[in-house]
């Protein structure tokens, strides 16, 4: 189609795919192109998702400087749109990001104001990125059964949804980092 917003769209969702595939710079050139066409465009709720989930893939991959700009930025934007899907993902990552630098009472601060905000979060995979990356940050904080509710939270939307690749990081990470506590219902887990 010859529509720079659906070609947009269609770049975001490239990009995503590419990142999911392992092609990192496959993947953000076309969510930058994505960003950019829809800032272009004046398009800001589009805009908002497009730098969250190019803050997300630049987070994966470690780029702690740019993603916590570009989340900023999404918050920003959160402010213009009244979204709160977005703004609730970023804060949950940028708290991530905020605690593993050090930063425990500006990283506290917007733990719980991603937390706060999730009530709120009615799209699927929104939700569910903001339970995973809120898990994460717990865990920095070391409140372990605070990580737990959030990680088996994130697992059962992933699975009533079918939203594999969060499913996946989900497992992931609660192999890696919450090993000791067993599977749920397991004689090892922690009560609630």
Known sequence: MDSPAYGAWNRRAWG???MGLGDREGGLA???DAARIFEALSWQAMLAGSLLRLGMALH???ETTETRAIL???????????EVYESA???AVLAELLLSAGEREAGRQALEEAAALVPQ?????????TLLHLAAGWLELGEVAA??????????LAEAEDLRAVRAAALRFREKNLPSLGAPGS???SPA
């Open 16 to 18: 995503q795919a590419c």
């Open 30 to 32: 076309h969510l930058r």
């Open 60 to 62: 994966d991959a470690g």
């Open 72 to 82: 900023e930025r999404v918050l920003h934007l959160g402010q213009k749109t009244h």
């Open 89 to 91: 993902c970023a804060l």
């Open 121 to 129: 979060v009615g799209l699927p995979w929104h939700r569910a990125q």
């Open 147 to 156: 990580a737990r509710n959030h990680i088996e939270a994130t697992l059962e």
């Open 187 to 189: 004689s090892l887990a």
